[in-house]
Protein backbone atom coordinates (compact mmCIF):
# COMPACT_ATOMS: atom_id res chain seq x y z
CA UNK A 1 0.00 0.00 0.00
CA UNK A 2 1.40 3.53 -1.58
CA UNK A 3 0.91 5.65 1.66
CA UNK A 4 2.70 9.31 2.77
CA UNK A 5 1.90 10.29 6.52
CA UNK A 6 2.94 13.57 7.79
CA UNK A 7 3.99 14.57 11.20
CA UNK A 8 4.90 17.09 13.90
CA UNK A 9 2.54 19.65 13.08
CA UNK A 10 0.56 22.15 15.83
CA UNK A 11 0.57 25.49 17.08
CA UNK A 12 3.65 27.84 17.39
CA UNK A 13 4.36 31.51 17.90
CA UNK A 14 5.19 33.83 15.80
CA UNK A 15 9.36 33.38 15.42
CA UNK A 16 9.19 29.93 16.35
CA UNK A 17 10.22 27.16 15.02
CA UNK A 18 8.24 23.47 14.39
CA UNK A 19 9.61 20.03 12.43
CA UNK A 20 7.56 18.17 10.19
CA UNK A 21 8.45 14.55 9.36
CA UNK A 22 6.59 12.60 6.34
CA UNK A 23 7.28 8.73 6.09
CA UNK A 24 6.93 6.51 3.15
CA UNK A 25 5.56 3.29 2.56
CA UNK A 26 4.64 1.29 -0.58
CA UNK A 27 7.27 3.25 -2.96
CA UNK A 28 10.58 2.87 -4.05
CA UNK A 29 11.41 6.02 -2.23
CA UNK A 30 14.98 6.68 -3.06
CA UNK A 31 13.46 6.94 -6.65
CA UNK A 32 10.84 9.91 -5.63
CA UNK A 33 11.59 13.48 -5.41
CA UNK A 34 10.17 13.97 -2.65
CA UNK A 35 8.25 17.88 -2.18
CA UNK A 36 6.22 19.52 0.68
CA UNK A 37 2.98 21.96 -0.29
CA UNK A 38 0.72 23.94 1.33
CA UNK A 39 -3.10 25.07 1.74
CA UNK A 40 -4.38 27.84 3.51
CA UNK A 41 -7.75 28.82 4.15
CA UNK A 42 -9.38 30.23 0.76
CA UNK A 43 -6.46 29.74 -0.88
CA UNK A 44 -5.05 27.32 -3.62
CA UNK A 45 -2.44 24.36 -2.71
CA UNK A 46 1.27 26.37 -2.96
CA UNK A 47 5.22 24.95 -3.50
CA UNK A 48 6.93 24.96 -0.56
CA UNK A 49 9.89 22.60 -0.92
CA UNK A 50 11.51 20.05 -2.80
CA UNK A 51 14.11 17.67 -2.83
CA UNK A 52 15.63 15.81 -5.34
CA UNK A 53 15.50 11.84 -6.08
CA UNK A 54 19.06 11.77 -7.82
CA UNK A 55 21.21 14.77 -6.13
CA UNK A 56 19.30 15.90 -3.11
CA UNK A 57 19.48 19.07 -4.85
CA UNK A 58 16.56 21.57 -3.19
CA UNK A 59 14.25 23.96 -4.26
CA UNK A 60 12.25 26.47 -1.72
CA UNK A 61 9.68 28.93 -2.60
CA UNK A 62 10.61 32.63 -2.31
CA UNK A 63 8.66 32.73 0.54
CA UNK A 64 10.43 30.30 2.93
CA UNK A 65 13.83 30.60 1.22
CA UNK A 66 15.79 30.98 4.24
CA UNK A 67 13.84 29.66 6.78
CA UNK A 68 12.61 26.18 6.12
CA UNK A 69 15.03 23.39 5.31
CA UNK A 70 14.11 20.46 3.31
CA UNK A 71 15.84 16.97 3.79
CA UNK A 72 15.90 13.17 3.77
CA UNK A 73 16.90 10.07 4.51
CA UNK A 74 16.76 7.67 2.26
CA UNK A 75 17.60 4.66 4.53
CA UNK A 76 14.24 5.23 7.05
CA UNK A 77 12.63 6.65 3.66
CA UNK A 78 11.63 9.87 5.62
CA UNK A 79 11.54 13.85 4.48
CA UNK A 80 11.77 16.38 6.61
CA UNK A 81 10.80 20.13 6.81
CA UNK A 82 12.38 22.38 9.25
CA UNK A 83 10.67 25.44 9.85
CA UNK A 84 11.97 28.24 11.25
CA UNK A 85 11.33 31.92 12.13
CA UNK A 86 7.76 30.58 11.36
CA UNK A 87 4.97 33.90 10.93
CA UNK A 88 1.28 34.15 10.41
CA UNK A 89 1.26 33.76 6.57
CA UNK A 90 2.94 30.01 7.12
CA UNK A 91 -0.28 29.14 8.80
CA UNK A 92 -1.58 26.27 6.60
CA UNK A 93 -2.55 22.15 5.97
CA UNK A 94 1.29 21.32 4.97
CA UNK A 95 1.05 18.29 2.69
CA UNK A 96 4.08 15.64 1.67
CA UNK A 97 4.02 14.43 -1.72
CA UNK A 98 6.29 11.94 -4.11
CA UNK A 99 7.54 12.19 -7.75
CA UNK A 100 9.08 9.40 -9.39
CA UNK A 101 11.47 10.55 -11.23
CA UNK A 102 10.46 14.19 -11.25
CA UNK A 103 12.80 17.15 -11.79
CA UNK A 104 10.14 20.12 -12.13
CA UNK A 105 9.67 20.55 -8.92
CA UNK A 106 7.19 23.04 -7.95
CA UNK A 107 4.39 21.18 -10.34
CA UNK A 108 1.94 20.20 -8.66
CA UNK A 109 0.72 17.79 -11.05
CA UNK A 110 3.76 15.82 -11.51
CA UNK A 111 3.10 14.75 -7.94
CA UNK A 112 1.29 11.45 -7.89
CA UNK A 113 1.43 10.56 -4.28
CA UNK A 114 0.04 12.55 -1.51
CA UNK A 115 -0.30 12.39 2.64
CA UNK A 116 -3.20 13.47 4.22
CA UNK A 117 -1.97 16.67 5.43
CA UNK A 118 -0.02 18.25 8.77
CA UNK A 119 -1.94 21.84 10.05
CA UNK A 120 0.40 24.00 10.91
CA UNK A 121 -0.94 27.57 13.07
CA UNK A 122 1.37 30.31 13.56
CA UNK A 123 0.06 32.71 16.41
CA UNK A 124 0.86 36.06 16.25
Known amino acids: QVQLVESGGGLVQTGGSLRLSCAAS????????MGWFRQAPGKEREFVAA????????NYSGSVKGRFTISRDNAKATVHLQMNSLEPGDTAVYYC?????????????????WGQGSQVTVSS
Open 97 to 113: AANRGGSRYSMINDYTV
Open 26 to 33: GITFSMYT
Open 51 to 58: ISWRSGHT
